[in-house]
């Protein structure tokens, strides 16, 4: 009888597979866009924007934007990876209710998923970070651990995100998390401009989101600025709302989809 790991291993066979298939038309949202952010507004608009100590840090607003966007891709790319294929796939004719058919359990389905969503945000993020270091962006070697800062980043929002997605019976709610999710926590999670620059009131609820989390921890590792105990924090809230995230997607991927 196959182990656990050896049918989650057939799910993302399966993902796979499918991805030979359909990889150039992810392409443009997972790699193309945040790249032309970051030449549109770090390399151009940047130009425009000089350094400024109590802003920026004293660095350029290139070294400043990019880990941020690359923290706000990999959330992107975790919502993007998880709640629209999770939706379209749980539904009838999709590839879940056929999975469910076979011998593979629902935690199977969900860990093979999960395989292959943390495979593509980690693949768009070592992109991401060559990029950054081919533009002259990084400042430090400890921009290397800002890959798995990233990943974790996206996955603290593709596990919640899975876990609400398989509950739904189409895919319509999942396109108001741009709107009300996305573009929010863009504008307002430190990516664009220092959080010091908001006013005070609003800071403490910056300083929840965790993209912010997100952002700091890869902007610290990128200039070489990181503080170790802040990054254990950034990294315990974000592998928190990993580990509650995958607990909720194990119940509900076994209400949606067990037999």
């Keep these: 009888m196959a182990t656990a790991d050896a049918m989650a291993l057939r799910a993302y066979q399966y993902w796979i597979l499918r991805y030979r298939r359909t990889w150039r038309g992810t392409v443009v949202i997972s790699i193309a866009n945040p790249l032309l952010f970051l030449v549109a507004i770090g390399v151009g608009l940047g130009r425009l924007v000089g350094p400024d100590s109590a802003a920026l840090g004293g660095v350029d607003y290139l070294t400043f934007f990019a880990p941020g966007i690359l923290a706000a ?3 992107q790319n975790g919502i993007v990876e998880a709640a629209f294929p999770v939706a379209v796939n749980r539904g009838p004719g999709g590839a879940y209710p056929v999975a469910a058919g076979t011998p593979l359990e629902p935690e199977d ?3 093979g998923h999960l395989l292959f969503m943390a495979s593509r945000v980690a693949l768009s993020a070592v992109v991401f970070v060559a990029v950054m270091v081919a533009f002259g962006a990084a400042r430090s070697p400890l921009v290397l ?12 929002f593709a596990l919640p995100s899975a876990a609400w997605a398989v509950t739904l019976p189409d895919v319509r709610p999942v396109m108001g998390i741009f709107k009300w999710v996305v ?3 863009y504008l307002f999670s430190g990516t664009f401009f220092a ?3 908001l006013p005070a009131i609003v800071r403490p609820l910056v300083y929840a989101t ?3 989390h997100g952002v700091d ?7 070489g600025t990181v503080t170790w105990p802040l990054a254990a924090v ?8 990993c580990g509650v995230g995958y607990l909720v997607a194990r119940r509900t991927y076994r209400r949606a989809l067990h037999a």
């Design 210 to 212: 965790p993209l912010w």
């Design 183 to 185: 573009m929010p926590l």
């Design 109 to 111: 389905i969900l860990h």
């Design 217 to 223: 921890l890869c902007r610290s590792l990128s200039l």
């Design 145 to 156: 651990l800002a890959l798995p800062a990233a990943a974790l980043t996206a996955l603290a």
């Design 234 to 241: 950034h990294v315990g809230y974000l592998g928190a709302l």
């Design 195 to 197: 959080v010091e620059q």
């Design 73 to 75: 891709a990999a959330m």
